[in-house]
């Protein structure tokens, strides 16, 4: 049987949690929100056109659909408010009656910001969990070019990557990036910081944990950022999007070492 992506990332968060006691709580989180997405990007899928999503190359607030965006928006805080932690909670209840202007300023406001987006509280946070199966609809009925290998933006949406992958190929594996907001993927050089683009192997630090093998922390000392990548020719199982979240030790280890993360990810991680 052939699973949808939404399904294997739900699986793969059961799995993690299982293997991962320590993320069990960010897990579960991740868990039913990929639930609410899967749902949000059926209902995208019907009513996204194709033409509009071919003509699109940035982010910009012509393009974002407020007409299909708005009503689903209550009722997705309303989902929030049921299971989420007391922060989210209370920012999907003020949301969720605060009208629809209040709705539409936020959802616009981080939809401008796609480009560099970074949290500032859960309200941020919601909106862009929001937005992604909408973006990644988009994306996915879109024709886009893949890139050069050199881009450190997302071809499709100019977002920042939120994870590498290494897929395999030959005797060995293919760097790819995967966006934070449309979760295109595209090449992108091994041996490059995707922040900076420093390319000097001596300043390209890396960093592996026991526990998790084959997913490792890719780190640069001339700009002090890090992403961190998982090696599918070391285990094929991994989903990264769902990886990346499950192994918070690395994040730690990078925040010791003063290296700030690239880009946060879904959970403002």
């Keep these: 049987m052939i699973r949808s992506k939404w399904e294997q990332r739900i699986r793969r968060a059961d799995e993690l949690a299982v293997a991962h006691p320590f993320a ?26 194709r033409a509009a999503s071919e003509r699109m190359s940035n982010l910009r607030h012509e393009e974002l659909n ?9 009722g997705f805080l309303s989902e929030i408010e049921t299971f989420a932690t007391a922060p989210f909670v209370e920012s999907a209840r003020r949301l969720r009656t605060g009208g629809e202007g209040r709705r539409q300023e936020a959802l616009t406001s981080c939809w401008q910001k796609a480009t560099d987006f970074i949290p500032v509280g859960p309200e941020s946070v919601l909106a862009w969990i929001f937005l992604q199966p909408y973006a990644e609809c988009l994306a996915d009925q879109a024709e886009r070019s893949l890139g050069s290998g050199a881009q450190a933006i997302c071809p499709f949406c100019s977002a920042k990557p939120v994870v590498g992958v290494l897929r395999p190929e030959g005797d060995g594996g293919k760097r790819f990036l995967i966006c934070s907001l449309c979760s295109t993927e595209w090449p992108f050089g091994r041996i490059l910081c995707p922040a900076c683009s420093e390319e000097n192997v001596e300043k390209l630090a890396v960093y592996t944990a026991s526990q998790f093998p084959y997913v490792r ?47 946060p990810n879904l959970l403002g991680i």
């Design 217 to 263: 922390v890719e780190a640069c000392d001339t700009c002090q950022r890090y992403i961190k990548t998982v090696d599918l020719t070391k285990n094929g199982h991994a989903v990264p999007l769902v990886d990346e979240l499950a192994t918070i030790p690395l994040n730690l280890w990078a925040e010791e070492h003063r290296y700030a993360k690239l880009q």
């Design 66 to 74: 407020l007409h299909l965006l708005l009503p689903k928006f209550p």
């Design 24 to 49: 069990d709580e960010v897990l579960q989180f991740y868990r039913r929100i990929a639930s609410l997405q899967k749902v949000l990007y059926s209902q995208f899928e019907e009513a996204c056109d």
